[in-house]
């Protein structure tokens, strides 16, 4: 089989570091290829919109539309509304560009209508010319609520941009998941898959809630393909956010060997960082490459090692 | 009584042309004299937010920020979030500038928590440094819906602003008004008024709808003090908006008498304009004055006039 030709890679991501392998991925596989499974768990309600960062942050990535200096947002968006409800004695602690509003306003105002959030970002990503499928987790509300020492259970943004991921978590819970499904398109993506990777995300932010949406580990689990995890450690930190802050307060090890233990029998492959040293594998193959992602080059690069990777990986084993 | 001293202002309006006699009421009344009650038969939902026309429309108006040249919306206001959500493929037919997009958020957020628009209308006033009392006519959505010959029935802003007002309307009828309430801020600001004043706004469209409100006409009647209404209609025709073509389609003559006349007893006096020749009474008073309003001082002036005419007409009685 040559590389990547209709291989259906499926790949699950958080926010800005999983898009940017995302981004990579649509680089080097047929978008038609392609399916990104994004973390719903941050979602949330603020002034009467219905926001979904991870997504947005996928969208805006893929389409060329991001802000390439913040990782997320819109680039060159302007803050007249939200410089207006400050006007209004109002204190927006989440920014709200002008443009991205658009991009609420629309998904608020089909969800009222009844549509599904799948369908939304099917319909938002064909507006902004993305030709690869991106899914959210799940259509459900599952918002992932955290337990601080300092502040008692927050709303994931909340805790993340009001108080700017300072407080020390205590837990994290997945709320209402018991309740939420895994949507048709998940699963035909999973059934279709040739590998899955998931990125390198949060593992306890990000990749977790996913994760847990029922029927998700078990799906995964009855593929006898691929799942192979890019760490989201490098050197003992983590390059971006609180997963290494996260992984201390919850009483994990900072590092790439406790992110793939996390990921346990899930994943059968783990892409570490070249600057770490060699991890002790559980169950699973590791390689490792140069995971730092700051260039499209360097995220077309990693995405195709670990695209030849999993391919070499899996012809030995047919 | 010294003129306008202690005396309680209560005015009935619309849009524009009613906005604009509360901007000369408020010139001349002192603020904690003068109560707007404004129609909401023109609200509507759109992109899941909140929109209330003439609540805005008078908000800005008497904060100032109205843009002069259209009469409604925020002066210096800029459509980034619009131009975005035709990037989108959406068709945004309804006008939504950035600032007044705050506006819209914060009554959609504080409607969603579970507040009052009256408490909402009230904390937006205050943000805007408006002293004078702005009460919507009811909490409840009474949609004013418009039966058209060419598209069926539409609502308000549909039939307004995306077909408009191009239609041959039918028929009006305000959806949802038997499970509307009178507020008690209104059935108060009645309770305490010497004079009840109904704008040069749409009889049909922006004055039925608040005397439609359950008990409004019945609070209104048992008060024996003036009420008097400013003519919409001078020389055949509306100053502005679709006041005349839709009495005409609704077989009324478009005269200031019959706007006199289809407000019958619920009025004691009658403001007609100097260009049209007298009217003939029927059970109220009438005077002419200049009611064309182009400059702040016209509207001052206009105020003044009919305070004065209430006034003396008043103490006559006394």
């Known amino acids: 089989m040559a590389m990547n030709d209709n291989l259906n890679v499926v790949v699950f991501v958080g926010g800005v570091g999983g898009a940017k392998l995302a981004l990579g991925l649509q680089a080097v596989v047929p978008p038609e290829n392609l399916t990104v499974v994004v973390n719903t768990g941050d979602d949330f309600w603020h002034y009467g919109l219905r926001i979904c960062p991870d997504i947005d942050t996928v969208l805006y990535t893929l389409s060329g ?164 995890a890019v760490t989201p450690i490098v050197e003992g930190d983590a390059l971006k956010g609180p997963a290494a802050k996260l992984m201390r307060e919850l009483g994990y090890e900072v590092s790439p060997q406790a992110v793939a233990d996390f990921y346990g029998d899930v994943i059968t492959g783990f892409v570490s960082d070249v600057r770490d040293t060699a991890l002790k594998p559980h169950g699973y193959d590791v390689v490792s490459f140069d995971t730092i992602m700051k260039s499209d080059a360097d995220k077309s690069r990693l995405a195709g090692e670990i695209l030849r990777w999993v391919t070499k990986r899996k012809e030995k084993t047919l």
């Not at 409800?85 to 658009?102: C, Q, R, S, Y």
């Not at 992932?144 to 502040?151: I, P």
């Open 65 to 228: 539309r991001v802000n390439r200096e913040f990782g997320w947002g819109v680039a060159d968006d302007s803050t007249v509304t939200l410089d207006a409800l400050k006007t209004l004695d109002e204190n927006p602690w989440f920014l709200l560009g002008d443009k991205d509003i658009a991009t609420h306003l629309v998904r608020t105002s089909r969800l009222r209508a009844g549509e599904s959030l799948t369908g939304i970002v099917r319909r938002l990503a064909q507006a902004m010319g993305i030709e690869a499928t991106i899914l959210p987790m799940t259509d459900a509300e599952v918002p992932t609520m955290v337990t601080t020492e300092e502040h008692g259970t927050l709303e994931f943004q909340e805790y993340f941009v009001k108080h700017r991921w300072q407080p020390t978590v205590t837990e994290l819970t997945y709320q209402n998941m018991e309740n939420a499904e895994m949507t048709e398109a998940v699963a035909t993506a999973l059934s279709n898959a040739d590998m899955v990777l998931i990125g390198p995300s949060n593992p306890l932010l990000s990749i977790a809630p996913i994760l847990a949406v029922p029927g998700m580990r078990e799906a995964l689990m009855a593929r006898d393909i691929p799942r192979v």
